[in-house]
């Protein structure tokens, strides 16, 4: 029998980036609010000091920060026809656990989705028409425009105190800036960050060759910030421990330095941690959350009544939530039909490398996260799609986020991958190389989704999430032709010699590629192929909101988090200004 | 009082730290030392570009990690059923690491004993070269391990052993940061970054040095005047 605590106006399953931000909001508008998270409390001070965090094994790669895959981890196959099998260690992306979330992690890398990705089926069919879209491909529309967003990315980036340069100021573009980019109403908070050798290279190159090279937007700030919380961020010291690291510095944005120790000091915000939420509870229709039951820390299973649930969890978390508490029809692969888990995608990475003289000291340590120049030329619907039968793109940059040596030691290929001859191609060309990040999007299709697993469970015996996945074909031909853009930019980069090889079959979860996974809980204006509306409100459970990259009906080209961040003030916006006043469904069904 | 030296005879010890400066493994028995210590010196050897994976102290490194929650499988998804999948899907092996190195370690020192003459230890480089490729490129069952996973993890933890902090056993005087021009834990380049091209020259720190005890404070401006709610 479940303890019961007193009912609250709202509770936060999960206290990252989006449980952070709707919980200011929430109890901004007077709510009373709990928060439950099932990682640990932690704060910069103490728990991220330095030097004892600028431990390569330990966080890198024995991934201190990441969720305990011993409790909780997901299941993995190609196709609906082979068996799925735990992911025992993380390597291909890293969940986070803990207070502030995944983003505690992050590189700090901000960037906007852009029109063409919000309306990207309806702009692909505007430009190219119907038959340009592939059978098995199942993008959509988000229901929400650029436009609609805009206020709640600039929002979002002045909490970050973004560090960035505007290519596109209220529709005047700025050479400099990302001139591809929507129009923004106002400058970045601060100023871009210096500018590192093998970016600067990267620059020269990329201009040479008439394309519009731009710094990348970061959240490693440039310069001291206060943002409008009245917490104060430090100028990042490019110590190369950003990604998979907490920073000591108070130079990285993420909810701990931006919003959290505003938060934690409203009387009317509560936060329990340790606290593993199994299921949100329904009334006897099935049409309204009572609450959410959770596994206290050590391991009673508490009932929290709430009138309103805010699913805001790393995106897999939250499908699989959805589907625990049976919210909304899971998919169906055979029939395509059902949407909880519907969508899911990735993101299609290539790095091709230069390799120079023993005179170029690329010196890789001396970065941030998010400190890189490069292009968006070939990003999203930037460029002619016409004559190449695909849809899609990548930002391609010179973004180097470290030269930690037991995960950064580049070879040229053909270098014996042990003994003597191993060891001086790795003392040769450790400091001489640079690497060139292709971003690539993810469609969605048809034969990639989330649902449970019929084996595996979790600490708490629930279910796992599987996850059944295998790059599409047009995102392989994305690939393809933006990893040889790149590979022609490193050419001219004056490198000795250049290697970079497309994106290929079979997706790897052995390998690192990016913790970009969206999708499972998608929005859109359709019940009938979306999740939750375009105010991230279940379409069947009106109190419950469900918020993060689980909402991208596909993957663009950008990195996910700011446009996170600017659908959970989008979301907050609309539950504060009109559910609050009437609840119900916001969008008729 | 005074302490009068009684040797009590075959019980002579030797003096402490004399014959061998290493320190005591911790998981590893001496015939997986022994292999050990002889694999990561042909993995990454010591050679005119300077001190190998042996110097480097790998093998206590090594030895650290199985002996400690790692090498129990700390933090690894251990439930079954335990099925082959492709090589996409990651480990799928029921052994922990330490499991894996110790089943893996008792079939080698029968394997080489039949086949050669006792040790790996014993052999020529260029024969010991030629048996660590055998395991690697043509996999054969090591009490249930497939020799070239376990040939892969051995080299995995030689390159972080080689790589990672000091604190943790291996890169023994930072052999191995200062064989590429890693700096180790500093904290700061904010005016270098620009200085395109420099030399980094100051030698590098681990973790295990006086960082200068800086103290940080959460850095609030003002008190936040909406945080009361409304």
């Known amino acids: ?589 | 009082m005074a302490a009068t030296a009684v040797v009590v005879p075959g019980c002579e010890r030797p003096p402490p730290q004399a014959a061998n400066p290493r320190p005591p493994y911790l998981f590893f028995n001496a015939e997986d030392a022994a292999f050990v210590e002889a694999a990561v010196a042909r993995l990454i050897p010591a050679d005119d570009a300077g001190p190998g994976a042996l110097e480097a102290e790998v093998p206590a490194y090594i030895d650290r990690q199985l002996a400690g929650a790692w090498g129990a499988g700390g933090r690894m998804y251990r439930s079954g059923p335990w099925l082959a999948g492709t090589p996409e899907q990651g480990y799928q092996l029921p052994f922990t690491p330490a499991e894996l190195f110790k089943n893996s370690l008792r079939a080698i020192a029968a394997d080489v004993g039949k086949s050669n003459r006792g040790k790996l230890s014993k052999l020529e480089p260029q024969e010991q070269d030629a048996y660590l490729r055998s395991l690697e490129n043509e996999p054969r069952d090591l009490g249930g391990v497939p020799s070239d996973v376990f040939f892969q993890l051995l080299l995995d933890m030689t390159v972080e052993g080689f790589f990672a902090d000091p604190v943790y056993g291996g890169n023994k005087d930072m052999v191995g940061w200062k064989l590429v021009g890693f700096p180790g834990a500093y904290a700061n380049y904010y005016e270098f970054v620009d200085q395109h091209g420099i030399r980094f020259t100051r030698p590098p720190m681990s973790l295990g040095q006086d960082a200068g005890g800086t103290v940080h404070l959460h850095p609030v401006s003002s008190p936040p005047a909406a945080a009361k709610g409304r």
């Open chain 1, 1 to 589: 029998m479940a303890a019961r605590r007193p009912e609250v106006d709202a509770v936060l399953i999960g206290v990252g980036l989006v449980g952070t931000l709707l919980g200011r909001e929430l109890t901004r508008a007077g709510l009373k609010v709990v928060g439950l998270e099932r990682g640990e409390a932690r704060d910069t001070v103490p728990d991220f000091q330095g030097p004892q965090v600028h431990d390569e094994l330990r966080y890198a790669v024995r991934k201190a920060l990441m969720s305990d895959n011993a409790k909780e981890t997901l299941t993995f196959r190609h196709t609906s026809r082979g068996t799925a099998l735990p992911v025992r260690r993380w390597e291909s992306f890293l969940p986070g656990s803990g207070l502030g979330g995944s983003i505690v992690h992050w590189n700090g890398q901000t960037f906007r989705f852009q029109e063409d990705d919000f309306r990207q089926r309806s702009r692909l069919i505007e430009r190219y028409g119907s038959k340009f879209i592939p059978a098995d491909v199942t993008i959509q529309d988000w229901g929400v425009t650029a436009a609609e967003l805009e206020p709640h990315f600039d929002r979002f980036e002045y909490l970050l105190g973004t560090s960035g340069k505007a290519g596109n100021l209220q529709g005047k573009k700025i050479p400099g800036g990302n001139i591809f980019e929507d129009p923004r109403s106002r400058e970045y908070p601060t100023p871009p960050q210096k500018e590192p050798y093998g970016s600067a290279i990267f620059r020269k190159a990329a201009d040479n060759l008439g394309y519009h090279t731009y710094p990348q937007p970061s959240c490693n700030l440039s310069q001291p910030y206060t943002n409008p919380e009245g917490l104060s961020l430090k100028t990042c010291t490019f110590c190369g421990f950003c990604e998979r690291f907490g920073c000591e510095h108070f130079a990285k944005s993420t909810p701990l330095t931006v919003l959290l120790p505003v938060l934690l000091k409203d009387p009317n915000f509560e936060l329990r941690t340790g606290c593993n939420v199994l299921r949100i509870n329904l009334d006897g229709a099935r049409k309204t959350a009572t609450g959410v039951t959770y596994a206290g820390p050590n391991g009673e299973e508490v009932e929290q009544p709430a009138s309103l649930v805010i699913v805001g969890m790393y995106a897999q978390n939250n499908a699989r939530m959805l589907l625990l508490s049976g919210i909304g029809a899971p998919y169906d692969p055979a029939t395509g039909k059902g949407v909880v888990g519907r969508n899911y995608a990735y993101q299609t990475m290539s790095y091709p490398q230069v390799f120079f003289d023993e005179s170029i000291n690329i010196n890789p340590f001396m970065r941030s996260g998010a400190n890189g120049t490069m292009i968006s030329d070939f990003a999203g619907d930037n460029f002619d799609h016409g004559p190449l039968g695909f849809i899609g793109g990548a930002y391609i940059g010179e973004i180097m986020t470290n030269g930690r040596p037991i995960g950064f030691h580049p070879t040229p290929p053909g270098t014996p991958r042990w003994g003597s001859a191993w060891k001086k191609a790795v003392a040769r060309h450790y400091n001489h190389t640079s690497t060139i990040n292709v971003h690539g999007s993810s469609v969605a299709t048809r034969h990639n989704y989330l649902d449970l697993d019929p084996t595996y469970k979790d600490a708490w015996g629930l279910p796992l999430l599987r996850m059944t996945f295998d790059f599409p074909e047009n995102d392989l031909r994305m690939s393809a032709y933006c990893t040889e853009k790149a590979v022609e930019i490193g050419r001219s980069m004056g490198g000795r010699l250049v290697t970079g090889a497309p994106r290929k079959r079979p997706y790897d979860m052995t390998e690192y590629q990016t913790t970009h996974n969206t999708g499972g809980t998608i929005m859109g204006t359709d019940p009938s192929t979306s999740v939750v509306n375009r105010y991230l409100q279940s379409w069947d459970v009106s109190n419950v909101f469900v918020i993060g990259a689980s909402n991208f009906p596909q993957n663009g080209s950008y990195n996910p988090t700011d446009t996170v961040g600017a659908l959970a003030y989008w979301s907050a916006d609309a539950i504060v200004r009109k559910y609050l006043k009437s609840p119900g469904p916001l969008v008729p069904r």
